[in-house]
């Protein structure tokens, strides 16, 4: 590695964890107090793509033990956001749906934060929004196939 693609890795690398740290919509973006955290949010967001799922299936999804992820299912479930009822083929599993009032939520949070990314990025031009975009979505992909990570 040459000196050049040195710095350019440091300053990825510095970039990265920043932008992890700056971007946590709920802590740095988002004032209202009913907002979600990222887990929560992620959960959900799974859940509105294809409802319902196991928790087991949400666990391996998130690369998460199922302790960890029934905390989570346990906290959106006391707000009503997710519901669990037993499964017709095996009374001992539970499927986690998401309720209406989480449909709700999610739409109106995924509206905020489009809000927020547009106010945001209202400086950039078309063609560098579109560049961010891009390049965004390539490194997610390259760390779903170098890293075995989820894919949403």
Known sequence: MNEHDKEMLELIETGVVTLMRRADFKRTLDSQ?????????????????????????????FLLDISTLSRQIHSL??????????DHHDKRVNQIFI?????????????????MYDSLLADWDKEERDQFAQLLERFNNTLVQKRGLPSS
Do not use: C, F
């Open 99 to 115: 309720t209406n009032e989480g449909i709700e939520a999610i739409n109106t949070l995924k509206q905020e934060r489009i809000h």
């Open 33 to 61: 107090a009913s907002s979600l955290d990222r887990s929560a949010y992620l959960i959900l967001q799974v859940l509105h793509q294809q409802s319902p799922r196991s928790a087991r299936e949400l666990a391996d999804h």
């Open 77 to 86: 479930e006391k707000k009503g956001l997710v519901s669990r009822r037993p």
